[in-house]
């Protein structure tokens, strides 16, 4: 697990909710709270998607919808003149770029033995967190799952030019 302050806000939602950065990511939950507070309840329902809509519908064994799908309705409840009271986004890595991560690091762990591997982000009072976590079908000591998301995740931070600090 490894903690990430965001140092720039702004450029940060702009990332999330304009730009296509974290489209590839799928969501576990979101909650974002204005005036009320939404929730949105990432598990996908692919009997909702028409035969013709096959483009829309994730990979055999995605449970997640993709962040690109919520992203609209995120942006909607959050644009506007005030910022939000605060938000939560939890954020998955897809199952194909899950055993891309095990493949590329040459981990033993079962492919079906990853339940997530999980980025949450957490806004409250002008800041922003980022956090990452693991979940496994078993308990191990090792930690080598953990360090390759911990280092994929920083990786992508400084692909995308998302400045943090790590805590």
């Not at 490894?2 to 999330?16: G, L, P, R």
């Not at 979940?135 to 090792?142: E, G, N, S």
């Amino acid at each position: 697990m490894k903690a990430f302050q965001i140092a720039d806000v702004k450029d940060f939602m702009k990332k999330i909710l304009l730009q296509d950065t974290f489209d590839a990511f799928r969501v576990s939950e979101v909650s974002i709270t204005t005036a009320a507070t939404y929730a949105i309840d990432g598990i996908l329902h692919p009997e909702f998607y028409s035969s013709d809509e096959t483009d829309v519908l994730p990979d055999e064994g995605e449970t997640y919808i993709s962040w690109k799908e919520v992203k609209p309705f995120c942006f909607f409840v959050i644009k506007g003149k005030k910022t939000p009271l605060n938000f939560k986004i939890v954020f998955l890595l897809s199952r194909e770029n899950i055993q891309k991560l095990l493949d590329i690091n040459g981990l033993t762990i079962d492919f079906e033995d990853v339940l997530g591997l999980y980025l949450n982000c957490q806004y409250e009072k002008d800041s922003l967190m980022c956090v990452t976590g693991t979940a496994l079908r078993f308990f191990t000591l090792d930690k080598s799952l953990d360090h390759a998301w911990d280092d994929m995740v920083t990786k992508f931070f400084k692909q995308q030019e998302i400045v943090f600090e790590e805590m």
